[in-house]
Structure formats: structure tokens, C-alpha cells
């Protein structure tokens, strides 16, 4: 087991240290400058001031944490992966609970959080069980993802695990903007992210990449060796391009690739539907950490190894319901396509999909929960 990713793990499991506690105090007392915050040049100053300097960046964070490798259980070694409209804080904490060892937030904008939309706020909700919490950041601004990278680590204190940046996003309204994936065809511009949120925050970083942009492109080992360099406590790979979207199987030869390739932790991602795939990645391609993110919409039992019955399918996707209703009524629709993962392959599954898309509000869930039931002899 990698060293490294224990004590990244170990790190989410302990306080801060003296030495992290003493940088963030340093990072405030420039915070608290007269002018600080008006200067965005005397800021992006700072920043860059230790772009040349990740070795002792790398260091810093070597102040992990003791534990030993027969201490990790497989358990430790899952994640959920961050996923935009899917991570609400229900969800993540139902995950917690049937094992996910660190899970993520939907993408957050650092535009958004810069301009202060509460949408985007939002999306940094958690339940009591949840934390710590990995926040992921997609955007193509630098400084603003430095700046939002130390106000997240702020406001969130020893409840955020780490930040992750998205540089594997395929969805086209980031494209277009030249974010996520897209950041794959511009190496510079990704390595002075990577450095700038580095030095913005005692918190560890990471960084999320696919394999290429284009479908024949292969940049995995090129940004694995850029995050490395500019001071990242971890990469994860997808093996597929961003062309590819999710057509076609990922690519797993290429997280082997990358083990060869850097000394960083390298968390495999993509095509974890089962234990056999968790099993593959970690034994066969010599992953550090899996993370889960279609594998487990609707199956948060895939933490824990199990295959629920009907009615425990029934029973967490009422829970889900419930309390995502309580906590957070706007999102209710949100539950249409969660349910439909839940109760996925249930006899008359086209006709509970029709029967849950037709639902509004609270008391049509409940209504259509008591048909599911009466139907399963319940």
C-alpha cells in the first residue's frame, strides 16, 4: 500500500497539526493586511511566490499522520466520486453510512462560490455522519480557485477532507468554457491551478483527469507528473477520453501505467459496477483507492459488498426521500431518477418509473412508497 495515501488518509482522520495550524495563521495574518483582499495583483503575487517550490510543498503534507498499511481495510479504500446533481447530502450520508470511507460534493463552481450563489452554497450542506468532506472545484481561473480553495478550508475548518479539482468533466456547458476536460489540452494552465490552489491551502489537494480530450489522445502520465511536481497528494484516473463521454469500457491498463509512472497515490475511477471491479482495480492494476460513481447511484450497498433485497431497496429510497424533504424541499424532483436507480430491475420496472415521474409532492411519494409496497405483499 502506498505510504503516501495512508497518511492522506490519516489525515482525515486526525486534527490539524502545529505545522498546518501555523501556515493557516500565516495565511490569515496576509488575509488581514490592509488592502489584501482589495489587490487582486498583490494576491496573485503571493500565490505565485511558491510555484517553484513544491518539493517543500510536498514536504509540508509528508506530516501526515503514522498509520500503518495493515491498518487500511478495504473499506478505507472506496470513495464516492463527486457527481453534479446526484451528491445531495442525503445521499453522501447514506453512502457514509454503508462504508464509503471519504465521499465528494457535486462539482462546485469557484465562480459561483466567488459571486456568492446560494445554489452553489448550498451544495456544501452535510449531515452529522458526513465529515470530513472532499469539496471538488471545477473552473479555469487560477485565482479564483486559489481564493475559493482557502475559503472553503475557512468555513468549513476540520470538516473539509480535502479539495479536489475537475479536470474531467465531459459535460459540454464546461467545454465550452474551457473547464474540465477541456483542461486536458492546456498542461501550463492545469499546472499553475494545481500550484496556486496547493499554496492557497494547508488542506491536501487533488486533482480528478480523464484520459485525453480527444479519443486517441493520451495525457495520463503527462498531468499525473504535472500534479506531482506542483505539489498534489493524489490523482484519479478515468480511462476513457473525454470524446468517448461513457461509451465504450475505461481503459484500466492505464492506472497501472500511472502507479509506474508517479509516486503519488493513484485512485482508480470508472466502470465499478461490482466487487469483482473493486477487486480488478485493487489487486490486478495495483489501484491505492477506488472511487465509485455510477456503481453506486441507486446501490449504496457496492461500500459494503452487499446486494440488498426489494424491500431494502424500498426502505433507503423512502429514507432518501424523507429526509431529502426535509432537508432540502427544492430538490425534491431530484428523487424521480434516484428512486428509478433504487428500484432498478423490480418487477413492472417501466411502470414504477412512469408512477415516480409523476410524483410532485411529499405526499405523492409516500402515496406511490404504500403502492410499491402493497404490490411487493409488504
Known amino acids: 500500500m502506498n ?12 486534527d490539524k497539526s ?30 505565485q511566490s511558491g510555484l517553484s517550490q513544491p518539493d517543500q510543498l510536498q514536504l509540508e503534507r509528508s506530516h501526515l499522520g503514522r498509520m500503518q ?7 478505507k479504500k472506496l470513495l464516492l466520486a463527486p457527481m453534479a446533481g446526484v451528491n445531495d447530502p442525503i445521499f453522501r450520508s447514506i453512502c457514509k453510512r454503508f462504508g464509503a470511507f471519504l465521499t465528494y460534493s457535486e462539482m462546485i463552481s469557484a465562480k459561483g462560490l466567488e459571486y456568492g450563489s446560494a445554489k452553489t452554497f448550498n451544495m456544501l450542506s452535510y449531515e452529522e455522519n458526513e465529515p470530513p468532506l472532499a469539496v471538488q472545484l471545477f473552473g479555469k481561473d487560477p485565482k479564483s480557485l486559489a481564493e475559493q480553495a482557502f475559503q472553503l478550508e475557512q468555513k468549513l475548518a476540520d470538516s473539509l477532507a480535502l479539495i479536489d479539482i475537475n479536470m474531467a468533466c465531459p459535460a459540454r456547458k464546461l467545454i465550452s468554457k474551457g473547464e474540465g476536460a477541456a483542461l486536458l489540452k492546456q498542461p501550463q494552465l492545469a499546472a499553475r491551478i494545481i500550484s496556486d490552489v496547493v499554496n492557497a491551502t494547508t488542506k491536501p489537494v487533488t486533482i480528478k ?18 500534479a506531482q511536481e506542483c505539489g498534489a497528494a493524489a490523482v484519479a484516473i478515468h480511462g476513457r477520453s473525454a470524446a468517448q463521454m461513457y461509451h465504450g469500457r475505461a481503459d484500466r491498463e492505464v492506472v497501472r501505467v500511472l502507479k509506474h509512472s508517479v509516486s503519488i497515490p493513484v485512485i482508480a475511477t470508472g466502470d465499478v459496477f461490482s466487487s469483482e471491479d473493486i477487486r480488478s482495480y485493487l489487486q490486478d492494476y495495483n489501484a491505492d483507492a477506488i472511487m465509485i460513481a455510477r456503481g453506486a447511484q441507486g446501490n449504496p450497498w457496492i461500500f459494503a459488498g452487499l446486494k440488498p433485497t426489494f424491500e431494502q431497496r424500498i426502505k433507503i429510497a423512502r429514507e432518501h426521500t424523507l429526509r431529502l ?26 411502470a414504477i418509473r412512469k408512477a415516480v415521474n409523476s410524483c410532485v409532492l411529499l405526499s405523492d411519494y409516500e402515496k406511490f412508497f404504500l403502492q410499491i409496497k402493497a404490490g411487493l405483499g409488504q
Not at 69 to 75: G, M, V
Open 325 to 350: 424533504a426535509n432537508l432540502m424541499p427544492r430538490r425534491l424532483s431530484s428523487m424521480r431518477k434516484h428512486i428509478s436507480w433504487y428500484l432498478k430491475g423490480m418487477p413492472d420496472a417501466s
Open 18 to 47: 502545529q505545522s498546518e495550524q501555523s501556515r493557516l495563521n500565516q495565511l490569515q495574518s496576509e488575509r488581514s493586511q490592509p488592502g489584501r483582499m482589495q489587490s487582486n495583483q498583490l494576491q496573485s503575487e503571493r500565490l
Open 209 to 226: 483527469i480523464r484520459k485525453g480530450f480527444n479519443v486517441n489522445d493520451d495525457v495520463a502520465v503527462q498531468f499525473a507528473q504535472i
Open 69 to 75: 498499511s495493515n491498518q487500511l481495510q478495504l473499506d
Open 3 to 14: 505510504l503516501r495515501l495512508d497518511k492522506l488518509l490519516d489525515k482525515l482522520l486526525i
